[in-house]
Each structure stands twice: as structure tokens, then as C-alpha cells.
């Protein structure tokens, strides 16, 4: 079964530093990769995705992801972090030839950002 | 647009009672989903609809019972609820449910079981 690894459930940076945070998927087909980011109290909202093509997607808020295939990755990135970046980070990934429609979600990754 | 909307935001029951989570999108959406998130998980997927008409089980479903009203609205409802139901109850929607699309999500519904 396809699986989600986000490496450390929580991320401390000072502001301005650079923001990196990992993700591993299980699969031997690539799917299709999804980052969300989950501000206190609130619902899901999408950071960017890869489907097909380039393999560096930008996203929203200035954050970036590098599909890697030969490493199974797909980490965001952030030059330079702001206050208003902490919130919670989950990947998810849906197999592409999987009918099901779910995405399966990592565990999570919490971001503080210090000032 | 309100995007996908959920009733109601908070809820306290007790071990046995029974409700119905509401779930409401005005995007025109196909493809609508029922997830919950308890610490350290993520989300996982209990319940979701393709299309209007159609319902199908998730990863999580037992203990949970779901009904697609019509192409805007989609319930979840607990019959006998159990303190391992406890959880944040979050609704999301996408256009086609295809393998790219996008999922938006509700505020959530945090329920909390005594």
C-alpha cells in the first residue's frame, strides 16, 4: 500500500532562514503529490501540486517543491520564512491509476517559525 | 462563494447518542469526501462520493454512515457514537474526483465523545 513520510512532526526556524521540509513516498509508479498547509482552526488548503511535467512546482506564498523520482521526495522549500508561515504541513500523494479518488496524507509537519 | 461549508463547528456527545455532520459545497462539484484528523495521523478517509448518487468506504468507515443529498450536500453520521470517535471531522469536494484534481476543504467539526 502506498505510504507518506514527512521527516519531524515539528520544524523550528528563525525568520528569514530557510524553510525545508521532507517527504518520502512509497511507490514504484509516481503519483500524483499534493502539499497542504493547515493554518490553526481552519480546513486544508493547497500549497501546490505535481501532476505531470516540470518537477519544480511553485506554489502559493513563495513556497516550492522538487519532485524527485530516483529519491522517492518531494520536500518544500521556502527561501526566506515569515511569521505568518507557521501552521501545520501535510503531503499527499493519489496513486494515478488508483480509481479510489482518496489521497493519502502524511503524518504532518508542524512549522514554528521564531522570531 | 462560501466554498465547502460544515455544521456544526463544535459538538459534544455522549457514548451511544447518535448526529449527523452536515457538509455543503456551492462550487458545482462532483466528487465529495469525508476525512478525519487525530494527532500524528493526518487525515484519513472515511467515507467519499464520485458522483451525485454514488457513495463508497474509505479507509476508516465502520462506526459511520454517509448520504449524498444531492450534488451540493453530503452528511456523515455517527449512529452510536464511541469515545474513539473523538476526532476533527473535516468535508472537502473536488471538480471530477480525477487523480489531479484538487480537493477543497471545510472549517472542520471538531467532535468530542464523552
Known amino acids: 500500500a502506498q505510504s507518506v513520510t514527512q521527516l519531524g512532526s515539528h520544524v523550528s526556524v528563525s525568520e528569514g532562514a530557510l524553510v525545508l521540509l521532507r517527504c518520502n513516498y512509497s511507490?514504484?509508479?509516481?503519483?500524483?503529490l499534493f502539499w497542504y498547509v493547515q493554518y490553526p482552526n481552519q480546513g486544508l488548503q493547497l500549497l501546490l501540486k505535481y501532476t505531470t511535467g516540470a518537477t519544480l512546482v511553485k506554489g502559493i506564498n513563495g513556497f516550492e517543491a522538487e519532485f524527485k523520482k530516483s529519491e522517492t521526495s518531494f520536500h518544500l522549500t521556502k527561501p526566506s520564512a515569515h511569521m505568518s508561515d507557521a501552521a501545520e504541513y501535510f503531503c499527499a500523494v493519489r496513486p494515478w491509476m488508483d480509481s479510489s479518488y482518496k489521497l493519502i496524507f502524511g503524518s504532518g509537519t508542524r512549522l514554528l517559525v521564531r522570531p | 462563494n462560501a466554498g465547502v461549508t460544515q455544521t456544526p463547528k463544535f459538538q459534544v456527545l455522549k457514548t451511544g447518542q447518535s448526529m449527523t455532520l452536515q457538509c455543503a459545497q456551492d462550487m458545482n462539484h462532483n466528487s465529495m469526501y469525508w476525512y478525519r484528523q487525530d494527532p500524528g495521523m493526518g487525515l484519513r478517509l472515511i467515507y467519499y462520493s464520485a458522483s451525485e448518487g454514488t457513495t463508497d468506504k474509505g479507509e476508516v468507515p465502520n462506526g459511520y454512515n454517509v448520504s449524498r443529498l444531492n450534488k451540493r450536500e453530503f452528511s456523515l453520521r455517527l449512529e452510536s457514537a464511541a469515545p474513539s470517535q473523538t476526532s476533527v471531522y473535516f468535508c472537502a469536494s473536488s471538480p471530477s474526483g480525477g487523480p489531479s484534481d484538487t480537493q477543497y476543504f471545510g472549517p472542520g467539526t471538531r467532535l468530542t465523545v464523552l
Open positions: 511507490s514504484s509508479v509516481p503519483p500524483y
